[in-house]
């Protein structure tokens, strides 16, 4: 019941879009918006990503099982050259299972707003990387900027094993 | 639910329900009497009572009814056509027969009770002609038809022409074209066909009961082009729909207005042509063109054919300016779309809808595919075989030349701008507080109801959809437009994902014809005619309104259940003024 009881105000106290257009997600400024953080590797720079539909003759771009395809704008500001950073020429965007085990690349990003993608996961972490190439196989170099896309939001620790009655 | 491979939802959020209190029953009407016109209302029956629902409403697999919901029933008495009657003396209902007319024929078209037999069960559900769909209506482009309809159901109807840009009057919009037709009595349509493709004929009067319990049917114009489609081995027309049963029983409706108003009802046993087993025989090579209709109440579909290889031709009421490939079809409710299908091995190919759920209580999304049929693709190859045909992806620039015309106003700012938003009073607090929790996310589609329960203790009387003018802040039927016969009319449409509970709503407009000419600021690259678009949530989708025929026509939410809580509004096509020329 305890366990029961905390992951109810876990839940309930859980952020909400409305909240976090005006405050954490101060560039974010609708339900399908994603701010982008920072890292040590380029502290000062900023941005945000929006998803829209990706091309479809339908009202909605859908996989044939039903997931959500959408292109990724990205504002980028203050990113330092690539070159400043290492061995790297480019920025490119990546799609990211929650879990980091499976990375797509979805497109370069240039300077102001680059549409990338087709993303294609329910929940995805949208991750900038500096590269050596901008068609690398993998990803190889220092992240510049994370974020998570509207459907993370959805993450209930519910699912953690604490809350399942199972030793973590 | 034949051949379904549903995930199972597990381990439902009991710990949210602790929080929540019950709330107190919601108060139900009085009864009302019984009359030939006025059937008898579910508590006159054994077994039913209007204060002690005994049917639950059917849930997801491991996701039980909310315990702040128990012993709440939706404030409506319960209704079910023909409830009461002895089904052995209804006739069983017939499969759909296709009646080719010509241009000035006549068409008797009569609604009445029917027995069917859905998944072992019998049930009283309604018929056009005793026909489940109805008769499949096949007539040459520019053809005038006339349709003697004769209600001789238990609730009084009309017969709209969805899609179809007819004559105002025969448009079957009751409170806007004609009187609802009484039960007993009859009226007369008079449909001229002026576009080729694929339309449908469905009530406009308690749709969310007329259209779940059967009465719909397609319409075929043929274009008077011989290669207005590629080739095909075959035509097949597919109307999808779906049932909302428990065990052996319908779920009942709500006789003074619809229960499940703020999703619609999401049926839980899926319909191809009124059947839960869908089967076609192929023989190898075969190119299918099939014409997909969704006749659901609120389902958006997402369909396929287990990987064969498809092709997009046209969709409501053109075929679009290029072919394309395409791997599914979404068909948001009343939307149409032409596709061909080849299937080159020989074998057994699903016709499947995949989706992804969203298990709230969870916060995970839960992949659900269900199999609505089965394509048995034969050894023996086709002749002759349009694979050649079949892999090339064809243009019209005739459709093209079509759109031009309307091309210097897709960037024009827009004349008319709605937002959709909802209103609701008097919803049960569980519900309220429920919902309130569940914003964390909002789903651009819902693509089946997960809360089955709180959704149909929603009722008309307590949700109020809205489409608001922009402009002059006017909801719904309060919404005064008036335009030009000739006019282009570019309508920007905001679905306002802040609602209490945001949901996307396929916007349908009578009469006329429309592109959907940009999506969030993105502009449409392969542009179609339509007569009702997909709006997502926090979705901006710009239409572009050739108002060329006069009179007032319906504007509104085809999900039925919304239009049956006020999602509508009147475009009103004023003709031309004497002596313009018009």
């Not at chain 1, 990387?129 to 993998?138: L, Q, V």
């Not at chain 2, 329900?17 to 107190?24: I, N």
């Not at chain 2, 159901?153 to 709209?160: G, R």
């Amino acid at each position: 019941m305890r366990l029961a009881l905390a992951a109810a105000v876990l839940l309930a106290a859980a952020p909400l879009p409305a909240a976090h257009s005006g405050s954490t997600l101060s560039d974010a400024a609708g339900p399908y918006d994603i701010a982008l953080f920072s890292t040590p590797t380029a502290p000062a720079a900023r941005g945000h990503a929006r998803l829209v539909y990706a091309p479809s003759p339908f009202g909605v771009a859908v996989t044939a099982d039903g997931r959500a395809r959408y292109d990724v704008q990205i504002t980028a500001s203050a990113l330092p050259a690539p070159s400043t950073l290492g061995a790297f020429s480019s920025y490119v965007a990546w799609e990211v299972t929650p879990d980091l085990s499976r990375w797509t690349r979805l497109g370069v990003v240039a300077k102001g707003t680059s549409t990338v993608g087709p993303a294609e996961l329910n929940k995805f972490l949208l991750v900038i990387t500096a590269e050596a190439d901008s068609m690398p196989a993998a990803h190889a170099g220092p992240t510049v900027l994370h974020g998570t896309s509207p459907s993370g939001w959805l993450q209930s620790f519910l699912t953690h094993p604490l809350f399942r009655g199972v030793a973590p | 639910m034949t051949g379904r491979a549903r995930a199972m939802w597990t381990e439902p959020l009991a710990a949210v329900l602790l929080l929540l209190p019950v709330a107190s029953p919601a108060q139900q009407p009085s009864a009302p009497h019984a009359s030939p016109t006025n059937p008898a209302p579910m508590h006159d029956m054994p077994g039913m009572s209007e204060h002690a629902m005994v049917m639950p409403i059917p849930m997801p697999a491991g996701m039980p009814m909310m315990p702040g919901l128990v012993g709440l029933a939706p404030g409506v008495t319960p209704f079910l056509p023909g409830a009461g009657l002895d089904l052995a003396r209804l006739p069983a209902a017939k499969a759909s027969a296709v009646v080719r007319l010509k241009n000035g024929d006549t068409l008797d078209l009569t609604a009445t009770l029917v027995r069917r037999a859905i998944a072992g069960h019998a049930f009283a559900m309604y018929g056009y002609n005793g026909e489940v769909p109805g008769p499949l209506i096949r007539v040459p482009r520019n053809a005038t038809i006339v349709v003697r309809f004769h209600n001789r159901i238990d609730l009084p109807s009309a017969v709209h022409w969805h899609g179809v840009r007819l004559d105002n009057r025969s448009d079957g919009a009751p409170g806007v074209t004609q009187e609802p037709v009484a039960p007993g009595a009859d009226f007369i349509y008079r449909i001229h066909f002026p576009d080729a493709g694929i339309y449908w004929y469905h009530p406009h009067v308690r749709e969310d009961v007329e259209q779940a319990m059967g009465l719909y049917g397609a319409m075929l114009v043929d274009s008077p082009d011989s290669d207005y489609y590629p080739p095909a081995n075959r035509d097949a027309v597919l109307m999808l729909g779906d049932l909302l049963v428990n065990a052996d029983s319908l779920i009942p409706f709500g006789r003074e207005g619809p229960d499940f108003a703020l999703m619609g009802r999401v049926g839980n046993v899926l319909l191809v042509n009124g059947e839960p087993d869908y089967a076609l025989h192929v023989r190898r090579g075969e190119v299918v063109r099939f014409q997909l209709v969704n006749v659901s109440s609120s389902r958006t579909w997402n369909v396929s054919f287990g990987g064969a290889p498809m092709k997009l031709l046209a969709g409501d009421q053109s075929r679009f300016e290029r072919e394309e490939r395409v791997m599914s079809v979404v068909l948001a409710p009343a939307e149409r779309y032409v596709v061909e299908v080849r299937f080159d091995r020989a074998g057994r190919v699903p016709l499947v809808n995949a989706v992804q759920a969203i298990n709230h209580y969870q916060g995970e999304f839960v992949p659900e595919v269900d199999t609505l049929g089965m394509v048995t693709v034969d050894a023996a190859p086709v002749a002759p075989d349009y694979g050649r045909a079949f892999s090339t992806l064809g243009a019209h620039p005739d459709v093209s030349r079509d759109i031009d015309r309307y091309r210097g106003y897709f960037d024009r700012p827009p004349d008319k701008r709605l937002t959709l938003a909802l209103a609701t009073t008097a919803l049960p607090l569980a519900t309220v507080q429920f919902m309130s929790i569940d914003t964390a996310y909002y789903a651009p589609v819902e693509w089946v109801d997960g809360m089955p329960d709180m959704n149909w203790l929603s009722t008309s009387k307590q949700v109020r959809w809205v489409l608001r003018d922009d402009v002059t802040g006017k909801e719904n039927m309060d919404i005064d437009w008036h335009v030009s016969a000739g006019s282009v009319v570019k309508l920007r449409i905001f679905n306002d994902p802040t609602s209490f509970h945001p949901m996307q709503h396929p916007i349908h407009l009578h009469g006329q014809r429309m592109l959907v000419v940009a999506r969030d600021g993105v502009p449409s690259t392969n542009l179609v005619w339509k007569d009702t678009a997909l709006i997502p949530v926090g979705a901006t989708v710009d239409l572009l309104i050739d108002a060329s025929n006069p009179g007032a026509w319906m504007l509104h939410c085809h999900i039925a259940e919304h239009l049956g809580s006020g999602m509508m509004a009147v475009l009103h096509v004023d003709p031309p003024a004497q002596g313009s020329g018009r």
